[in-house]
């Protein structure tokens, strides 16, 4: 459907009605490519006919008016009547408004739906009543910024869950979260994997409801304009319980502006760190805790993912990172033996830079190679990292894992 004609666009249906008689009664699935006015012919054509046989389904915002007269796309029928028996992943690429005053009903029947991403959802009114089966979905991604009192309700409804990101607003930055919010204590058995991002400052108190005994993959991405002292919201009690919450983790990958060496202070466990900073005082900011002069921070460490994206100080940070290295790798100041792999990105910097940076770590961390130590240089942005923050991105109509 992409780059088609008006006259063209005409004969999709056609096309679709074929394509789905040749197929039979197969589970079927289907992407679209295009503006929401441009899917309003083959939809029209397509939904009703043969929702009830598609596996996945990516599309742009159904129509979910519940009243009669609501006829497009889907003739003369509503959405909540279509029943997706197939249905096991389903993306939404356009938006959808919840009004707390009656039911939206997106899913309302969806046995098999178990991942599912929306691009931009926005709620009016404090109450969710989005019908969705929140409780059956292993991965859930939503891309568009939510509310805090929005997410603490969200989150609960779904135990099930195994992979989750998640776009959080800096409701409660400077203030502490509300206190008359009751949120439901969940477990998740199930999560391994989870995202946070953060409109502003982070807050591990956000965690303070839950308990995450599988977790071993989190991400946190936060953009505070100002660093804070640690202790405006970080207390002893907040940072115990947070630690107790998180000690299954395994790997765990830190973004944005914001300072998040208190909390590796108690995370002992970590074998796998993946620092992307984006801004300029990145050696003094962050690579400090991991200094040789510092109190030993991660002594679990074992895979170290960094990326060198400012000219003027990346040569600084590869000789500061090769000295983290080689004081790590001595058995007597490194527990678990010292980092076994580093991962450096270049992507961001002169060919001039690169070439020095690659010097340097090549030279300092060469005595090294014979005891199995691995080092792995890109010079271009890698998407595919394990711990990127959207690595519960949708590939191709299924989750990139």
């Known amino acids: 459907m992409r780059n088609l004609k008006p006259q063209q666009r005409k004969n999709i249906p056609d096309m679709l009605k074929q394509w789905f008689t040749r197929s039979r009664n197969l589970p079927l699935n289907f992407r679209f490519i295009g503006s ?27 129509n979910l008016d519940l009243s009669a007269a609501s006829v497009s796309p889907l003739g003369d029928s509503p959405w909540s009547t279509l029943r997706f028996y197939e249905l096991e992943s389903a993306i939404v690429r356009n938006a959808i408004y919840v009004d707390d005053s009656k039911d939206t009903p997106l899913f309302p029947y969806a046995p098999r739906l178990q991942r599912l991403r929306m691009d931009e959802l926005s709620f009016e009114g404090s109450r969710i009543r989005l019908v969705v089966p929140w ?46 919010q009751s949120v439901d204590h969940v477990a998740f058995n199930h999560l391994v994997e989870l995202s946070l991002a953060f409109v502003g400052s982070m807050d591990v108190r956000v965690f303070s409801p839950f308990d995450f005994p599988a977790l071993v993959t989190l991400t946190l991405t936060a953009d505070a304009e100002d660093f804070l002292d640690k202790e405006c919201f970080w207390t002893e009690t907040d940072r115990r319980r947070c630690h107790q919450q998180l000690a299954s983790v395994q790997r765990l990958s830190l973004n944005g502006e914001w300072s998040y060496g208190t909390l590796l202070e108690g995370m002992e466990q970590i074998v796998e760190l993946d620092l992307r900073y984006q801004f300029e005082n990145y050696d003094e900011e962050f690579l400090s805790y ?112």
Not at 36 to 62: K, N, Q, V
Not at 353 to 368: R, S
């Open 135 to 180: 409780s059956q979905l292993t991965h859930l991604n939503l891309m568009e910024s939510l509310e805090l009192h929005i997410w603490h309700q969200i989150f609960p409804m779904c135990p099930n869950l195994q992979h989750g990101f998640f776009y959080i607003g800096g409701e409660y930055a400077s203030e502490g979260p509300p206190t008359s």
């Open 290 to 401: 991991l200094r040789p002069d510092q109190d030993f921070i991660l002594p679990n460490l074992k895979v170290l993912i960094l990326e060198l994206s400012v000219d003027n100080s990346a040569k600084s940070e590869a000789n500061v990172i090769a000295d983290i290295i080689k004081f790590r790798r001595s058995t007597k100041s490194s527990p678990g033996g010292g980092i076994e792999k580093l991962f450096v990105d270049l992507g961001g910097v002169s060919r001039a830079t690169k070439i020095a940076c690659k010097d340097t770590l090549m030279g300092k961390l060469q005595p090294y190679f014979s005891d199995g130590f691995r080092l792995e240089i890109t010079d271009v942005d890698s998407r595919s990292r394990r711990l990127d923050a959207m690595a519960t991105e949708w590939h191709d109509g299924m989750i990139d894992l």
């Open 36 to 62: 929401p006015s441009e899917a309003s012919e083959p939809l029209s054509g397509l939904i009703l006919p043969y929702a009830h046989r598609f596996r996945h389904f990516d599309f742009p915002s159904p």
